[in-house]
């Protein structure tokens, strides 16, 4: 079902490297994989020139769909584009280190989201916003910890003294909460509860920094004993939890399937072999949908005819302290279907191909590559052509594009499956 029939013609039930050559061709030429960044290197969530949709505010930054984007970017091998991207991530963090140092004192409660570290900002004055929101997640703080991990062990990036300084103040307030045990908002800035998914992050970024500890300053008393007993616990509660999203007995937060769970698959690899087809099983025979793939079930946000019951400043607020009022207007099997994930599930079946050359995980891996590429907007969106929306929603029965078009993240994941989509082909 491609929203822009130019692509079906691009396709083929097998690719050589000369086939996704011409699609990447195609694409760059389209500015599909074109990512705007700020002057400071960093991204905003979505990029958009019609200026009645700054009412979204995804012209702001989000450390999590940063640190996504910039991974891309460490995928194709642009390290400078990665660097000047965590380096201004880290220099936002020196600059309110507070929230960090008063939450891990004892100074700060860190119940209350808005005294802890902020994971949504204004990118461009490096400034935190006045608004309320929901910044604890946990999640956010360990993808940041897992990219500059990565970054310095491959020696793409020099550890210095500010960078160390915000990841010893980030593993330090990670224990100081308990993460493993903690209720956060997670991936999805919503209603706070003890999920795998956060958990998860944060046990890949520790791991990553327990194997390069001796770059860490010994003052910060940060040891490798403090990090091997945290993830110990990171382990201890994912195996618990695994392959559900949360257990937790209350029925408003418990959930079995989430579709952020497919993260510890890739880019992470946190998760055994067996519990990763296990949760790429659960999204795909759960969540997915003919346009994308649901988030989880029962999710409210962009419902059916979303944008006819509520009001613009109403849509992308924060609500984890209410669901109420959005879970109101859900009906099942009217979650919007999202366009992040299918990209992320080609990557694993071709991840998984180049290991077990089994034909139907490289069946699998170019039916999401398609999927993927289906959901690329039509000539005549209103948002523009052959752009990645965060979803489709039901307006008036029929599935459309959201406002949030296009997402920066749903791009960057479409580029790193056309990049495995590659390797697969040239293998």
Same mark, same amino acid.
């Given at each position: ?33 074109? @990512? &705007? ?5 960093? @991204?905003? =969530? ?15 930054? #989000? ?22 991207? !965590? ?17 891990? =004192? ?22 935190? !916003?006045?608004?309320? #929101? ?11 910890? #897992? /990219? ?15 960078? /160390? ?14 993460? #493993? ?55 201890? =509660? ?16 418990? *959930? ?27 999204? %795909?025979?759960?969540?997915? $949908? ?13 419902? =059916? ?6 009001? &613009? ?12 009022? *959005? ?12 366009? +992040?994930?299918?990209? +992320? ?13 089994? &034909? ?10 398609? *999927?993927?590429?289906?959901?690329? %907007? ?8 052959? /752009? $990645? ?18 997402? /920066? ?5 479409? *580029? ?12």
């Amino acid at each position: 079902m491609f929203q822009n029939q130019r692509l079906e013609g691009l396709t083929h039930s097998r690719y050589t490297v000369e086939n996704l050559q011409k699609i990447e061709h195609f694409l760059t030429e389209a500015k599909t994989f074109e @990512f &705007p960044k700020l002057h400071n290197g960093l @991204f905003p =969530a979505a990029m958009s020139l019609q200026p009645e949709l700054s009412y979204t505010g995804y012209q702001n930054v #989000w450390l999590r769909d940063n640190i996504h984007v910039a991974h891309m970017h460490f995928r194709i091998g642009n390290y400078e584009i990665v660097e000047n991207c !965590l380096r201004s991530l880290v220099k936002f963090y020196i600059k309110y280190e507070h929230r960090f140092i008063d939450c891990i =004192a004892g100074k700060a409660d860190p119940s209350d989201v808005m005294q802890r570290p902020h994971i949504r900002f204004d990118g461009v004055n490096l400034q935190e !916003l006045p608004e309320k #929101w929901a910044h604890a997640q946990n999640d956010a703080l360990g993808y940041l910890l #897992w /990219l500059l991990g990565r970054m310095i062990a491959d020696q793409k990036m020099e550890a210095t003294a500010d960078v /160390l300084q915000v990841v010893s103040h980030i593993i330090a307030f990670l224990s100081s909460v308990n993460y #493993w045990q903690e209720e956060d908002c997670g991936h999805w800035e919503e209603a706070k509860k003890v999920e795998a998914s956060s958990i998860g992050v944060v046990v890949a970024g520790l791991k990553i920094w327990q194997s390069i500890h001796p770059q860490l300053p010994a003052e910060s008393g940060i040891s490798l004993e403090l990090m091997n007993t945290m993830i110990d616990h990171g382990q201890s =509660a994912l195996d618990q939890i695994l392959p559900a999203e949360c257990i937790q007995d209350d029925p408003e937060i418990n *959930r079995r399937y989430d579709a952020a769970l497919l993260f510890l698959v890739y880019p992470l690899q946190v998760v055994s072999e067996t519990m990763a087809r296990q949760i790429v099983s659960d999204v %795909t025979t759960r969540l997915q $949908g003919d346009y994308g793939i649901k988030r989880y079930l029962g999710d409210s946000y962009w419902c =059916a005819d979303y944008k006819d019951k509520l009001a &613009p400043e109403q849509r992308t607020t924060e609500f984890a302290d209410d669901m109420s009022v *959005r879970d109101a207007l859900w009906k099942p099997d009217e979650e919007a279907q999202w366009c +992040i994930f299918d990209s +992320i599930i080609s990557t694993i079946y071709g991840i998984w191909y180049s290991q077990t050359k089994n &034909p139907d995980d490289l069946s699998q891996q170019i039916f999401y590559f398609h *999927r993927a590429l289906s959901q690329l %907007t039509a000539d005549d969106c209103p948002w523009g052509s052959l /752009l $990645g929306p965060e979803s489709y929603f039901l307006e008036k029965g029929t599935f459309i594009p959201n406002d949030i078009t296009p997402l /920066l993240w749903t791009q960057a994941n479409l *580029r790193i499956a056309l990049e495995q989509m590659k390797a697969t082909a040239s293998s």
